[in-house]
């Protein structure tokens, strides 16, 4: 199952267990489960603390694997092969389980231990999920360290009869207690407020008590990032107040054109892009959503949702685009439901299904050509009477049989029961409606701009983004901005990093002038 070279990786990091380890698998007779019993003597192999118990007469998922210490209650479960993205899941589920200290800092660790209530927690996954590791790694952390706490990860291509019956169309999906918990990349401290009913308010008490910054960066993806960081090497008090670290970027996989990085994937890309900024001495307040800014003469207010307040002399706004939607009926009443915005996700869902990709960019025609691997029939729509992709992609696109192409396509109406059963479109040239029936919708259509907090306040352009200057300069003297969310064209990893550290070399300017006495 593994190769000699994960063996030697694998017991490099099981090294770090000071304490027994008990696998103990549930089996049938099937392929998957000789495959995880495979599986689960490699990594036994690789340390003499781990054992493996085999049970076939148990009432748990088959093929399915408990991980804790021996002797203690195992509360973590992987029901499926965890290789692909989660076997990263698998290694630091050992890790916790056999007494290493997870990286998280000791106030967290804290609120995750006083939680007081029973909390059974099964999250749904595909392999190929770049976002559900994360989701997995939390929910796992939290089952090692309180006893009230259990998780199941579930490789939903795995099992089929589950997804069907939960009507379960986009990963990770998180179930808590036998309801529907929550849907998409979740972090720790998200999932934290969602069940410590009082952590909001002590955030918001926490926040407000801050002393005011000399430049806080609103957004931690690329631009904020790169913002943040020279600021901070300025020498000067350094801020980040963002929804999520790294921002659209985590929902991006192949990166491949950040120049001297060959090949990239966007986890990988904002790990690094932490990595530097907490080299430096920068407050990075995460998973906190801005409701507003209030400009001052010399200082400025930026309002949290949770009524929390900052102060600043300076702000950057670098809050990123997120996904276009379609607005149109039934989108919204389906997402999660065959309306999905993520392919490499979702994808795996909707093996041997119809599906419709919208959208002839670049986006909408990788989307299409990997989904036609899965699926079995991928119809594209574009508005526009040609595809907008690169050339390399079409001919690609055109070569596949299980695809077909509509342009001149608008897209009016998403239809469902419980589930997504088709779309309307209709023909631009003849007006003419038309009916497709499918299970699963795939929007891509570009990005808009994460601005909607800034109306009446700043000067936007009539697609939303933030008006700026050369240097970044809004039209509010002291508040500058950055990134997918301003007026700059091309909206690129490398142009907004760009962008971000010359907002931030703008606002230190503008500092030094400000505070320069008057004759």
């Not at 508005?383 to 907008?388: M, S, V």
Request: proline share 4%; hydrophobic share 40%.
């Amino acid at each position: 199952m593994l190769d000699a070279n994960i063996k030697t990786q694998l017991k490099a990091y099981l090294e770090r267990v000071t304490q027994p380890i008990e696998i103990v698998a549930s089996l049938d007779d099937g392929p998957k489960s000789k495959e995880l019993l495979e599986l689960l003597h490699d990594v036994t192999e690789q340390s003499k603390l781990i054992t493996l118990v085999e049970r076939r007469d148990d009432d748990e998922r088959k093929p399915s694997f408990s991980v804790g210490p021996r002797g203690g209650e195992a509360r973590v479960r992987f029901a499926g092969l965890p290789m692909g993205h989660e076997f990263t899941s698998l290694i630091l589920a050992l890790l916790q389980a056999g007494g290493y200290p997870p990286k998280v800092e000791a106030e967290v660790i804290e609120q995750i231990r006083n939680l007081d209530v029973e909390l059974n927690f099964e999250t749904y996954i595909s392999l190929s999920c770049h976002n559900c590791p994360d989701v997995v790694q939390a929910l796992n952390l939290m089952a090692v360290l309180n006893p009230k706490i259990r998780h199941t990860m579930i490789d939903g291509a795995l099992f089929q009869k589950e997804v069907e019956e939960r009507q379960i169309m986009a990963v990770p999906t998180v179930y808590l207690n036998g309801e529907e918990f929550d849907q998409g990349r979740l972090e720790l401290g998200q999932i934290l407020a969602k069940v410590d009913t009082g952590a909001a308010a002590r955030d918001a008490r926490k926040l407000s008590e801050k002393p005011a910054f000399d430049v806080l960066v609103v957004g931690g993806g690329p631009a904020g990032a790169a913002a943040a960081i020279y600021a901070a090497r300025k020498g000067i008090r350094t801020g980040v107040v963002a929804e999520r670290f790294g921002g659209q970027v985590m929902d991006t996989l192949a990166i491949e054109n950040f120049i001297s990085v060959k090949y990239t994937e966007g986890p990988k890309l904002v790990a690094s892009l932490e990595e530097h900024v907490k080299e430096y001495e920068v407050d990075v307040m995460n998973l906190q959503r801005v409701a507003g800014v209030v400009p001052g003469e010399n200082q400025h207010e930026v309002k949290m949702e949770n009524g929390a307040s900052l102060k600043a002399k300076t702000v950057i706004v670098a809050t990123g685009a997120r996904w276009r939607e379609m607005n149109v009926p039934g989108e919204k009443e389906f997402r999660g439901k065959g309306v999905a915005y993520c392919p490499h996700c979702d994808g795996p869902l909707f093996k041997g299904k119809r599906v419709a990709v919208i959208g002839g960019g670049n986006s909408g025609v990788e989307a299409a050509i990997d989904l036609a691997g899965v699926v079995a029939h991928v119809t594209l729509l574009e508005f526009a009477d040609d595809l907008r992709a690169d050339a390399v992609l079409q001919k690609k696109l055109y070569s596949l049989p299980n695809v077909s192409v509509i342009k001149s396509a608008q897209t009016t109406e998403v239809t469902g029961a419980d589930k997504v059963n088709g779309l309307v479109y209709k023909d631009r040239k003849t007006n003419a409606e038309h009916r497709l029936e499918l299970e699963g919708i795939f929007v891509q259509i570009g990005l808009l701009p994460n601005t909607d907090f800034l109306r009446g306040t700043l000067e936007l352009s009539r697609f939303g983004e933030v008006i700026v200057d050369a240097k970044g300069q809004t039209s509010v003297p002291g508040i500058f901005a950055a990134g997918d969310c301003t007026t700059v064209p091309y909206k690129q990893i490398i142009i907004a990093m760009g962008e971000g550290a010359k907002a931030s070399l703008s606002a230190f300017d503008h500092l030094i002038r400000s505070s320069a006495p008057t004759m």
